[in-house]
């Protein structure tokens, strides 16, 4: 078992493992390969093997993984065998629809509070949690003691949002405002913006 | 000039540079540097550097990049120079919050067409655009030569719709299910899931 820091795009393919797992569990299939795994994600079997390795010896050659246990460990690794509360700020139209999502529950996440600075929203619920001021939120989520939050503002609002939420405590942002923030070196943060995504699929299209 | 492949890890960044650069260009900034760049987005000046040597020579040393000419540079090597119409598929909340979202026109993207198999939600228009059954989709995406789709359906539902997507001639896809996709080798997939970056950040986080 290597004990250096285990790189962080190995972390980034952890979530991937554990998501596709969760699948095959919930199928009814109890044991996997690496290959068949391998092959299901569009990653070589020996990758798989070689990210896993950071963390122990999981499968056995031969008799492969044992998933449910696997799951076990990929969850207690990525500390989502657990559940983090979420603060949610700005909701519009994509805030209301993370808002909505049912996705985040068992897999070690829950939307516990949500921020705006309409007047027109705030004190709206959605289901049954209210949308608060912003200008509430840095004690409000010092309260709860929350580390993880999403940032769905327009763009020109998330910087001054990111600042509020590292000084209320936040350790985590997930941001879909399409911009850069700054952060102290010890908060991380992760981009989710589509066209991002789209426009590293475009250089390969035919013009 | 390196005419070997570049690597895809390499493509993912320049759309990232590009909307820093862009906003840059918005705040009437004319000229930056790697240094200054890379101290914005977190990433080195050398790597930036080294990024961009894949396509040409960008900057001058001392004098810095000229960031409307790199800006339509960019464009060019991603091929957003253009507007890609994209077919989106599944209207619920996401979709719905994707179809509502001002932030694909200006960089190379419009949705062109909207399709779910909710008989409620058919006919229904958003922006001018009708939601049209999803049985109609694979002709309707063809006659109009739509070669980028975005999946916005339940996670069940994802690889029909992926395989209908394909066979109707689209190139491109953004899938926002939570389910990995079986495409064939010449197709392209992007995954957007936040729990998959939820989790690659909690694993960071004390207990």
Redesign the interface.
């Known amino acids: 078992m290597d004990r250096s820091p285990v790189p962080?795009i190995v972390?980034?393919r952890?979530?991937?493992y554990?998501?596709?797992l969760k699948?095959l569990l919930s199928e009814g299939i109890e044991v996997t390969s690496s290959r068949e795994l391998g092959r299901?994600?569009?990653i070589s079997s020996a990758q798989i093997r070689k990210d896993l390795s950071h963390f122990g010896e999981f499968g056995k050659q031969g008799t492969g993984y044992h998933i449910g246990k696997l799951c076990g460990e990929l969850e207690q690794?990525?500390?989502?065998n657990?559940e983090?509360p979420?603060a949610l700020v700005g909701v519009?139209?994509?805030g209301?629809?993370?808002a909505?999502?049912g996705?985040?529950s068992h897999?070690?996440?829950r939307i516990a509070q949500l921020f705006d600075n309409d007047p027109a929203k705030i004190g709206q619920k959605i289901n049954e949690l209210e949308i608060m001021p912003v200008n509430k939120m840095g004690n409000s989520i010092e309260e709860a003691r929350i580390?993880?939050a999403?940032i769905a503002t327009p763009?020109d609002a998330a910087q001054e949002v990111a600042d509020a939420l590292v000084k209320a405590g936040i350790?985590?942002i997930?941001n879909y405002a399409?911009?850069?923030l700054?952060v102290p070196g010890d908060i991380?943060v992760?981009?989710?913006?589509?066209?991002?995504?789209?426009?590293?699929?475009?250089?390969?299209?035919e013009?």
């Open positions: 962080d972390i980034g952890l979530p991937i554990l998501r596709a699948r299901w994600l569009g690794i990525l500390n989502v657990r983090w979420v519009g139209d994509l209301r629809a993370l909505h999502y996705g985040f897999r070690g996440f580390r993880v999403m763009a350790r985590a997930l399409p911009i850069a700054i991380r992760q981009y989710i913006d589509p066209v991002i995504h789209l426009q590293r699929m475009t250089y390969y299209l013009k």
